[in-house]
């Protein structure tokens, strides 16, 4: 298994990636990564790793795309760049795998789309990112901001996209997935929402229980969620956020007392878990569904482990035989 390592972009690239990197390959023993960035940079951080074996292959790009740039200047002018020259081989190479980037998200959605294709039937590709649920399960926000404007075609596309990603790489049996909207009642909702329920109701492919409200993301009732790329986007971000709001919040009421501080003392384990448990980095990164080869894109903010996760999740995409589901639900569709 081949996968390509876009290494600078991030808040904490190259480090972060290229320490991502190495954890990867002590896990997978049948897996080989391409890094791509400036060579000299990222030697130096292999040897600051004490890295010395034969499954890294760096591939010398000495610009870098920031998320200042334009998404379709990026491509067009900075093809010397870590991201675009990962495309470029994700393209044309047909042993490689997939990509996994922590780089600016428009230029990445951009130039996945024009230069790797979609698969056959699919409009636009979509993110799926993971967030875990109270059950100890997790549940899939389909889409979270590649497609702001989207039409109740595409919320079906996405929730076949959706389920064939939970089935293959999550073992999630038969996905439960369920449209966010502002009532659980059929008839809620503006019309993009009022004319995709009954198409979502009538795709055999998915197993759709119905409207869910925002309140409900994380309580395990549901395993995908389906909406437009700008609901949820908000979606996500006020969710991770609340979490490390309490977060914080917590850390400062137990030191306010000291009785509260004993009582932490007692808690200390539990209090790790739960740290652990909310914390958005420890469940990799957004895929890109919809594209012809694996597209992982990271949280800017990704440190090593999340990189790390994040190549695990390419590397179970590609294993797996999920396009080829895809492919077949929409022929049905």
Same mark, same amino acid.
Not at 186 to 192: H, R, V
Not at 274 to 297: I, P, Q, R
């Given at each position: !298994?081949?996968?390509?390592?876009?290494?600078?972009?991030?808040?904490?690239?190259?480090?972060?990636?290229?320490?991502?990197?190495?954890?990867? @390959?002590?896990?997978h023993s049948d897996l080989s990564l391409i890094l791509t960035g400036d060579e000299n940079v990222i030697k130096t951080e292999l040897d600051r790793l004490g890295y010395t074996g034969d499954r890294i292959e760096i591939v010398h790009a000495p610009e870098v795309i920031t998320g200042e740039d334009k998404p379709t200047d990026a491509i067009r002018l900075k093809r010397e760049s870590s991201m675009i020259k990962a495309i470029a081989m994700l393209r044309k190479e047909p042993d490689i795998a997939g990509m996994v980037s922590t780089g600016a998200t428009g230029a990445l959605i951009a130039a996945a789309t024009l230069r790797i294709g979609r698969i056959r039937g699919i409009r636009r590709p979509a993110f799926c990112p993971l967030l875990p649920t109270m059950d100890g399960g997790i549940v899939g926000i389909c889409d979270s901001g590649a497609n702001v404007d989207i039409t109740p075609e595409m919320l079906v596309h996405q929730a076949i996209l959706g389920t064939a990603y939970l089935r293959n790489v999550y073992n999630v049996k038969d996905p439960r997935v369920a449209l966010l909207n502002i009532g659980v009642e059929?008839?809620?909702?503006?019309? @993009?929402r009022?004319?995709?329920?009954? !198409? @979502?109701?009538a795709c055999g492919a998915i197993n759709f229980v119905g409207n869910m409200e925002? /309140?409900?993301l994380l309580s395990g009732k549901y395993d995908l969620v389906v909406c437009d790329g700008f609901s949820g986007n908000v979606l996500v971000k006020s969710?991770?956020?609340t979490a490390l709001e309490l977060l914080k919040k917590l850390k400062k009421d137990i030191y306010?007392?000291?009785?509260?501080? @004993?009582?932490a003392l007692l808690m200390k384990k539990m209090? !790790?878990?739960?740290?652990?448990? !909310?914390?958005?980095?420890?469940?990799?990164?957004?895929?890109?569904?919809?594209?012809?080869?694996?597209?992982?894109?990271?949280?800017?903010?990704?440190?090593? /482990?999340a990189v790390k996760i994040c190549i695990d999740q390419a590397y179970r995409m590609s294993a797996g035989a999920m396009n080829a589901e895809i492919e077949a639900a929409l022929q049905q569709l």
């Open positions: !298994m081949k996968i390509i390592v876009d290494c600078f972009g991030g808040d904490k690239s190259p480090s972060a990636n290229v320490e991502g990197a190495v954890l990867a @390959l002590k896990e059929s008839e809620k909702g503006d019309d @993009l009022k004319t995709a329920y009954p !198409m @979502l109701e925002s /309140r409900d969710t991770e956020g306010s007392k000291t009785i509260y501080k @004993l009582g209090f !790790m878990e739960e740290k652990e448990f !909310m914390n958005y980095h420890n469940y990799g990164g957004s895929v890109l569904l919809g594209c012809e080869k694996t597209v992982v894109k990271g949280h800017g903010s990704s440190d090593a /482990r």
